[in-house]
């Protein structure tokens, strides 16, 4: 029996596993029925587990064989705060949050892939399996990371997976080099002097700074960037004025940038804040900008490490459903925090529901993951381990 085949047969206990973690979201490092969910499969498996890197992340060790060779393979568990609007027997039970991103499956096909290297432990060397809080904004990758995660778990590379709504299921996307943009958050407050909407003349239209503060910064890309680089810039937030006839004397922004170098980056928000400066004197206002420290690097997958995912990949799929030439996303990943400090790669594992029809986009409140693919990834996995760690008594690889 092949490695999915195998993994087919664990389908509905890994579905079972999948919809009653959908069912009980939990945030940004608030994981803790998540990781007692792990926690309890892994001991179920008689895989050695440590819990609380990271505050509430739960590390497997699976060892075989005689190797010291050892990797990480990783799966987020943090949920959202997004109502949701399905209506199946498994959505949120909790108003004002759900698995929205699909970390649910995610853990799902790591505690698959678990229980299939548990059941032929036919590799050489030692798997540890990463199951990370705190994906979404919380940065939990490098909390792990601070937390002594390669100190206390050494691994040579270190491997991720995202399911990927618009990629068919049954297919994979492999990047050799960035995969994930870096993100900073930034925010801008603008203070004018507020007064009766009637008499304008007698403010300082902390609004209509804003306004047009909006519609300049999207000439930071266009006009300052080299259009051969990637980026983004978008203002997500505006809160000004409550009252019909009221201009407001305080504007408030926030707003996120999106690239893929440093050089990039710098050049953006630089121009951000000289934005900024210059539409202070012209409005008269006085404007304070501010890009948070907290920020996410670039994702850039090492190429020996993704040349060994597409080889993982194809076993399980074939190599002509392996894509190698989609574009990088502008979405940003914390396990490029990972990826600082060791070789390693993220791949995206196809989601949609069915061919011709395109699944619900991820952070949106109809999203739901799809169970078909549980086995396909928790194939992936396997045939991972055994194609970077080597088969004991298999000598091809």
Not at 68 to 89: K, S, T
Not at 305 to 321: S, T
Request: glycine share 10%; net charge negative.
């Amino acid at each position: 029996m092949n490695t999915l085949d195998s993994a087919y047969e664990t389908r509905m206990t890994l579905q079972a596993i999948r919809r009653d973690l959908h069912a009980h979201p939990e945030l940004a490092f608030c994981e803790t029925r998540t990781a007692g969910v792990v926690e309890r499969e892994l001991a179920a498996l008689g895989i050695e587990a440590h819990c609380g890197l990271g505050k509430t992340g739960v590390i497997g060790v699976l060892r075989a064989g005689r190797s010291g060779r050892a990797i990480g393979l990783r799966a987020d568990m943090d949920a959202l705060p997004i109502d949701e609007v399905n209506c199946f027997a498994h959505r949120s039970m909790f108003k004002g949050y759900m698995h929205a991103c699909g970390h649910d499956g995610h853990v799902a096909m790591l505690l698959g892939a678990a229980r299939l290297l548990a059941a032929s432990p036919d590799f050489d060397g030692t798997v540890y399996l990463i199951f990370q809080p705190a994906e979404e904004n919380g940065g939990g990758a490098r909390v792990m990371v601070e937390d002594g995660l390669f100190e206390q778990f050494p691994m040579e590379a270190i491997y991720g997976m995202h399911n990927w709504p618009g990629l068919p299921a049954g297919e994979f996307a492999v990047h050799a080099g960035p995969v994930m943009a870096g993100t900073d958050r930034f925010d801008i407050r603008i203070r004018g002097v507020g007064g009766h909407a009637a008499m304008p003349h007698l403010t300082v239209d902390s609004l209509h700074a804003g306004a047009a503060l909006v519609q300049a910064m999207q000439s930071v890309i266009s006009r300052s960037i080299d259009p051969f680089d990637s980026a983004v810039v978008s203002v997500t937030c505006f809160h000004a004025g409550g009252a019909y006839n009221v201009i407001p004397g305080q504007a408030e922004l926030s707003g996120t940038l999106r690239s893929f170098s440093k050089d990039v980056r710098q050049k953006a928000l630089t121009r951000l804040a000289e934005l900024c400066a210059g539409f202070a004197v012209a409005f008269d206002v006085k404007i304070d900008f501010s890009a948070h420290a907290d920020s996410y690097p670039p994702t850039f997958n090492t190429v020996s490490e993704a040349a060994c995912c597409r080889q993982a990949a194809a076993a399980v799929v074939g190599h002509e459903n392996v894509r190698t030439g989609e574009r990088p996303s502008m979405g940003a990943e914390d396990f490029a925090f990972y990826l600082q400090r060791k070789p390693g790669a993220y791949i995206w594992i196809g989601n949609d529901l069915a061919e011709g029809s395109s699944s619900v986009g991820l952070h949106n409140s109809a999203y739901d993951f799809n169970d078909d693919i549980l086995p396909i990834g928790a194939a992936y996995w396997v045939e991972l381990v055994r194609r970077v760690l080597g088969r004991v008594g298999h000598s091809e690889f």
